[in-house]
């Protein structure tokens, strides 16, 4: 069964350094989405993205944030100066968009730790 | 504004016991979808199932089923013999259908435990 993969599992960073995380979304999707879930806390909506641009992004997404998909397959979130709390478990998610089948299959999460 | 409301923070219950899950949404959008994942301690989000808003019928699969009520905005989740594998943080999700982006909203999640 098809599947989307995130990579790191999990990255340690310092305060004020850039990180990038990875995903590979389901090959035939066309939407892909970023989510943050804060250790406890429910998941939080960052980002989706169609047709190469941003379609909607949530008030958490300021300029530190940035999104791409630099070629065919991978799909990047990138932090420009992390913070201790950007601290948290970011998933990235795909669909389709089908009616019948609509579903947002998501990645298994990136642990993200600011020291 | 969409929101989803899981009034249930934690649960406990014996292992064979019923458990109910409750889940209260809030939409203007006509034609929305509803799901239900499962976050076990491992931390992936696994998906039970997805509900449209035009299928009210409840559903079963196996020892879960669901109860999708429009009149009152719910979407309630149970597991009938629930078992020691079932422990996990269950959440209640929608989505509107709006072009270009159908992002999911959370609730925050209600955070079951089955004890053998």
């Known amino acids: 069964e098809p599947e989307v993969t995130q990579t790191p599992s999990h990255q340690v960073t310092q305060m004020g350094q850039e990180v990038i995380l990875r995903c590979v979304p389901i090959s035939n999707h066309l939407y892909f989405y970023w989510y943050r879930q804060i250790l406890g806390q429910k998941v939080e909506f960052l980002v989706s993205f169609y047709n190469n641009e941003i379609s909607e992004k949530s008030e958490i997404f300021d300029d530190q944030f940035s999104v791409e998909r630099p070629d065919g397959s991978n799909f990047t979130l990138k932090i420009r100066s992390t913070k201790l709390e950007d601290s948290a478990m970011y998933f990235c998610a795909s669909s389709d968009l089908a009616p019948d089948s609509y579903e947002q299959y998501f990645g298994p999460g990136t642990r993200l730790t600011v020291t | 504004a969409q929101k989803v409301t899981q009034a249930q923070t934690e649960i406990s219950v014996v292992e064979k016991e019923d458990v109910t899950l409750d889940c209260v949404y809030e939409t203007r959008d006509t034609t929305y979808y509803l799901f239900w994942y499962k976050q076990p301690p491992s931390g992936e989000l696994v998906f039970l199932i997805r509900?449209?808003?035009?299928?009210?019928q409840n559903e079963i699969s196996g020892r879960y089923s669901w109860n999708f009520q429009k009149s009152t905005s719910s979407f309630n989740f149970t597991i009938t013999a629930s078992q020691v594998v079932d422990s996990a943080v269950y959440f209640c999700a929608l989505s509107g259908l709006r072009s270009g982006s159908e992002k999911l909203v959370f609730g925050k999640g209600t955070k079951l435990t089955v004890n053998p």
């Open positions: 509900r449209n808003s035009f299928d009210e």
